[in-house]
């Protein structure tokens, strides 16, 4: 019964980092190409997508 819990627990770690993943690379995919400007308390800065 013991084996049984622990792969439940391995498998529901493994889809839920499955799920984490997915999740931050759409939302890296979907952020807009271009330039980004910020500012902020150490001055402006610019970076390139």
Same mark, same amino acid.
């Given at each position: #019964? +013991?084996?049984?819990?622990n792969l439940y627990i391995i498998i529901g770690i493994l889809v839920v980092a499955v799920?984490?993943? /997915?999740?931050?690379?759409?939302?890296?995919?979907?952020?807009?190409? /271009? @330039?980004? #400007?910020? @500012?902020?308390? +150490?001055?402006?800065? @610019?970076?390139? +997508?």
């Amino acid at each position: #019964m +013991n084996r049984n819990n622990n792969l439940y627990i391995i498998i529901g770690i493994l889809v839920v980092a499955v799920i984490g993943l /997915g999740a931050y690379v759409f939302h890296e995919e979907s952020k807009p190409q /271009g @330039i980004e #400007m910020s @500012i902020d308390k +150490n001055g402006v800065s @610019i970076e390139q +997508n």
